[in-house]
């Protein structure tokens, strides 16, 4: 007969031992994750960025601010480097050298389908941008040299002058944001919508622009924030700006045809 004293006999034991038997494990994996960052590097692959835990990685510190993350890892690193995101190995090449990596590199050592179509093709549909074949995303990317090229040339930019400038006037005297002779604005939606409105009436024509109010700005908005870094690996997330981002995308934004202010 075994030993009442050798079976945890309350809830509280059994709590205690849940909870040393975690630590124990937690412990245990996080040495190994440390150990093999320091004893099993690889001398041809980027250096990896220093995290405790295998899976969460350096998620915590990328999530709250890329930009700053790529930074102090390049100021640690260099221009290479790889960090592990919620489980998943990022490599990433910044400098003019991993620009020309990146953008001019060949479809079998790069490919920017896979990394980015999961990201827009929830926020631009499918079959455009990054949800097509290769050959179809260079075409895109020619039409878009293209277009650069010729339409924001400084010459270019000179004849969109007034064109901007009506906008911008037209803007001002129908937004309800100023109305009234003083009062406060929050400035950055409001030049960005400003922007659109320009952009689409110098760049693509008076037709284009005649499509576009402010609820369009709006849905145009709700798109735009949908590019955060947690849509990389989760853009079925169940949040707020990706419940807005379907919506713009299923049909509002599509079908927008209301007629400009």
């Known amino acids: 007969m075994e030993s009442s004293e050798a079976i945890p006999a309350t809830l509280k034991d059994r709590f205690l031992l849940f909870m040393s038997t975690a630590a124990f494990l937690l412990a245990s994996t996080v040495l190994w994750t440390v150990l093999q960052q320091m004893l099993l590097k690889v001398p ?83 079959g455009v941008i990054y949800d097509c074949p290769n050959s179809m995303l260079m075409e895109q990317k020619k039409a878009t040299f293209q277009f650069v090229k010729s339409g924001l040339t400084t010459s270019a930019l000179r004849k969109h002058v007034h064109l901007m400038e009506q906008e911008v006037y037209n803007y001002v005297r129908q937004s309800s ?24 009436r110098s760049l693509q024509g008076e037709e284009v622009r005649e499509k576009l109010d402010f609820s369009f700005a709006q849905l145009y908005h709700d798109l735009d924030d949908a590019f955060t870094p947690l849509n990389f690996l989760l853009p079925w997330a169940p949040l707020p700006q990706n419940r807005k981002r379907d919506i713009a995308n299923d049909g509002d934004l599509h079908g927008h045809n209301a007629k400009a202010p």
């Open 44 to 126: 041809n692959e980027p250096p990896v960025v220093f995290h405790w835990f295998p899976l969460i990685g350096s998620a915590v510190t990328y999530g709250k601010d890329p930009f700053k993350f790529f930074f102090d890892c390049q100021a640690k690193y260099g221009d290479n480097f790889t960090f592990v995101l919620l489980g998943r190995k990022v490599t990433v090449y910044l400098g003019a050298k991993g620009n020309d990596f990146i953008f001019n590199g060949k479809h079998e050592d790069v490919n920017a389908e896979e990394i980015y179509s999961i990201l827009t093709t929830p926020i631009f549909g499918k």
């Open 177 to 200: 944001d100023f109305k009234g002779s003083s009062g406060t604005a929050d400035f950055p939606p409001l030049m960005a919508e400003i922007t659109l409105f320009t952009a689409s």
